[in-house]
């Protein structure tokens, strides 16, 4: 059974591990309003890590409370694929890349 709660992990993608972590909950923001949560990867033994945004949930759009994070491992793994097919390389060298993907994770 996946644990879909979770804050941090390992997800293995293309034959390379990736450790993942959630970096910033949804929140209010007076300038910019709703923004969703950030989750940082980085490719065991490199250097270059990467930024997934993700869009605020609907639910905070309409008005409505809180609900529980959904971080699944599916969501991360595709993530880290859009973001590679996107450009990034994390074997080179330089700041996180940040990418803004769709609510699960394209």
């Given amino acids: 059974m996946t644990n879909i709660h979770k804050l941090s992990g390992i997800v293995g993608v293309g034959g390379f591990q990736y450790e993942w972590e959630l970096r910033s909950e949804p929140q209010w923001s007076e300038s910019e309003g709703w923004k969703g949560m950030t989750v940082a990867l980085l490719r065991k033994h490199t250097q270059r890590g990467a930024l997934l945004e993700f869009p605020p949930p609907k639910r905070l759009?309409?008005?409505?409370?809180?609900?529980?994070?959904?971080?699944?491992?599916?969501?991360?793994?595709?993530?880290?694929?859009?973001?590679?097919?996107?450009?990034?390389?994390?074997?080179?060298?330089?700041?996180?890349?940040?990418?803004?993907?769709?609510?699960?994770?394209?």
Avoid: H, T, Y
Avoid at 76 to 82: D, F, K, S, T, Y
């Fill in 61 to 106: 759009l309409k008005g409505l409370q809180r609900g529980r994070l959904q971080v699944s491992d599916a969501i991360v793994i595709r993530g880290i694929q859009a973001a590679l097919d996107a450009g990034w390389e994390p074997a080179s060298r330089g700041k996180p890349v940040v990418f803004v993907v769709d609510a699960d994770g394209n």
